[in-house]
């Protein structure tokens, strides 16, 4: 059962930068399109960024400029780096394939982008 578990979320002022990673305990990441997702309070959950195993990557454009997605698949690690965060970036965020599996919802990691 591959599990993955996303971390470094935080309280951040506007304006400022958290980098997010998931871990996955299995080798999932080399044969798929892995994701970021987020989920605002009382809001369904949504695309973030994705990035192919040949790197090529797609943004909302809500965060697009602001957010850059990584992958080394060689430590089954997904990134999320994101700067000029606004408080509308507030949510939890979630790592997974593209498309999504239930199977691997993990709990996500709350960032809090308020002053």
């Known amino acids: 059962q591959v599990q993955l578990v996303e971390s470094g979320g935080g309280l951040v002022q506007p304006g400022g930068s958290l980098r997010l990673s998931c871990v996955a305990s299995?080798?999932?990441?080399?044969?798929?399109?892995m994701a970021w997702y987020r989920q605002a309070p009382g809001k369904e959950r949504k695309l973030v960024a994705r990035?192919?195993?040949?790197?090529?990557?797609y943004y909302a454009d809500s965060v697009k400029g602001r957010f850059t997605i990584s992958r080394a698949d060689a430590q089954n690690t997904l990134s999320l780096q994101m700067n000029s965060l606004k408080p509308e970036d507030t949510a939890v965020y979630y790592c997974?394939?593209?498309?999504?599996?239930?199977?691997?919802w993990g709990q996500g990691t709350q960032v809090t982008v308020s002053s």
């Open positions: 997974n394939t593209f498309p999504s599996l239930n199977a691997y």
């Open positions: 299995g080798n999932i990441f080399s044969i798929n399109v």
């Open positions: 990035i192919t195993s040949g790197g090529t990557s």
